[in-house]
């Protein structure tokens, strides 16, 4: 096992990272990071928190895991990340394994995504008012399997002043996915 594992604190301060893909024509730059990770042991809570910037953005990361030992061992374990920018914020509290798998309850609420579509390497479309040019919201229940489903369940969708429920199912296909529910 992993059990001999462990240290109180690991820091980066004042750290950067730069993502060059050159077959998509990006270069991504994040800069000013601080970062914390403490591992107390294999079976303990880890937990890590960055502070960082994106193209002016400030970034604020936490994310902590019930026992990494058990993790990498194959176990399901409790999670949770929370992630905020200038704009919005998101969070996941759930279970997760490394299968990849995982459930829990997910959350977005947003004034302005393009800081986190820009570290996707994605470029914020100009939205339309009423789907989500002034705020994107959205929560709820989502499982991913190791079969490679997706479901949302309780699923709240805010698009500016436009609400929307939904329950929703998607099975890998063999030329594309299958999505099915309720909207």
Do not use: C, K
């Amino acid at each position: 096992g992993l059990g001999v594992i462990g240290f109180d604190e690991a820091r980066i301060s004042g750290g950067a990272v730069r993502w060059i893909d050159d077959a998509a024509g990006q270069d991504i730059r994040v800069s000013d990071i601080d970062a914390r990770l403490s591992l107390p042991s294999a079976e303990a809570r880890a937990r890590l928190e960055v502070e960082a910037s994106y193209a002016g953005a400030a970034l604020s990361l936490e994310a902590a895991v019930e026992g990494v030992g058990p993790l990498l061992e194959g176990q399901v374990r409790n999670a949770a990340l929370s992630l905020d920018w200038d704009g919005g914020s998101a969070g996941f509290t759930g279970r997760v394994s490394l299968a990849p798998a995982f459930d829990g309850d997910v959350s977005l609420e947003a004034r302005d995504i393009s800081p986190l579509l820009g570290l996707a390497g994605i470029v914020m479309p100009d939205l339309p008012e009423g789907l989500g040019r002034d705020r994107i919201d959205a929560s709820g229940r989502v499982t991913f399997t190791d079969a490679g489903t997706a479901h949302l369940r309780g699923g709240a969708i805010r698009l500016d002043d436009n609400r929307l429920e939904a329950e929703l199912d998607m099975q890998p296909g063999r030329d594309r996915p299958r999505v099915s529910g309720l909207i």
